[in-house]
């Protein structure tokens, strides 16, 4: 296993399946398990789950960003590890319409923003972003969440994935 550099970052996938997307329908912001980034990874913390959609194991992941130049998408990004808090959604559209598409995904209605006493977290483009930076990993924004589209990646506050 490669030696992590302290703060510890790695890979995550904004993107958590629930529209199932294929390539030719579907969400056009979502996973659609093409491999690449798979193919990518060296270490082989790159995975593609059950449902599609590729996984990232951050114990293994050493946070190179091969696999986020790979993805089509673009909905792989590098994270802090010290912050549990994750969107896994990267749906722009407007609540209604991105509801529509993914039972999952998120709907821009704020309340993530309104609970967050850090105000780690903004709404742009329909879409909630959480600045690592000011996140105190508390995880109100993910109980709150009326889409579960904020998770806790240890799966204590929520559910993992």
Do not use: W
Request: proline letters at 2%; one cysteine or more.
């Amino acid at each position: 296993m490669a030696k992590k550099k302290f703060p510890f970052r790695a890979a995550v996938v904004a993107c958590n399946g629930g529209c199932r997307v294929k390539e030719s329908s579907g969400c056009e912001y979502g996973c659609i398990g093409c491999e690449k980034c798979q193919e990518a990874c060296r270490l082989h913390a790159v995975h593609i789950n059950e449902i599609g959609v590729a996984e990232i194991d951050e114990n293994i992941c050493i946070a190179c960003g091969k696999c986020v130049k790979v993805c089509p998408r673009q909905v792989i990004r590098i994270h802090d590890c010290a912050n549990y808090m994750v969107v896994k959604c990267s749906n722009k559209k407007p609540g209604k319409e991105a509801g529509k598409q993914c039972a999952v995904s998120c709907i821009g209605c704020g309340i993530c923003k309104k609970i967050c006493t850090a105000e780690a977290v903004t709404v742009r483009e329909n879409l909630a972003v959480i600045d690592e930076t000011l996140c105190l990993s508390c995880g109100m924004c993910a109980v709150k969440c009326p889409r579960h589209v904020i998770i806790d990646q240890r799966g204590i506050l929520t559910a993992k994935y």
